[in-house]
């Protein structure tokens, strides 16, 4: 959880994961392809199973994206206030 940032282990590795994403970004994974912003085509190939891969399907992504950013922003925001670890939460749960 966020307590990664705090702990000097938990440090180290989020200085590793910053380091990998910015190769990968920057490698392996660039865009070579000069596109408009969030526009990755059909990378899974669902599209014809689905029909197209058009404006709607685009606004759809885009939308499920933001709503799992809200999601991590209030995890984020409820371990800080309550100081529960986000992993501790199966646990009080009884799992």
Same mark, same amino acid.
């Given at each position: 959880? @966020?307590?990664?940032?705090?702990? +000097?282990?938990? *440090?180290?590795?989020?200085?590793? @994961?910053?380091?990998?994403?910015?190769? #990968?970004? #920057?490698? +392996?994974?660039?865009?070579?392809?000069?596109?408009? %912003?969030?526009?990755?085509?059909? %990378?899974?190939?669902?599209?014809?199973?689905?029909?197209?891969?058009?404006?709607? @399907?685009?606004?759809?992504? #885009?939308?499920?994206?933001?709503?799992? @950013?809200?999601?991590?922003?209030?995890?984020?925001?409820? *371990?800080?206030?309550?100081?529960?670890?986000?992993?501790?939460? %199966?646990?009080?749960?009884?799992?």
């Amino acid at each position: 959880g @966020m307590m990664a940032f705090q702990d +000097p282990t938990g *440090e180290k590795g989020v200085v590793a @994961m910053t380091l990998a994403c910015g190769f #990968l970004e #920057l490698g +392996p994974w660039a865009d070579a392809f000069a596109k408009e %912003p969030g526009n990755f085509g059909d %990378p899974a190939g669902l599209g014809k199973d689905i029909g197209s891969y058009d404006d709607s @399907m685009k606004t759809k992504e #885009l939308n499920n994206g933001r709503l799992a @950013m809200l999601a991590t922003m209030g995890v984020i925001a409820a *371990e800080l206030v309550t100081g529960d670890r986000v992993s501790d939460i %199966p646990t009080n749960f009884g799992f």
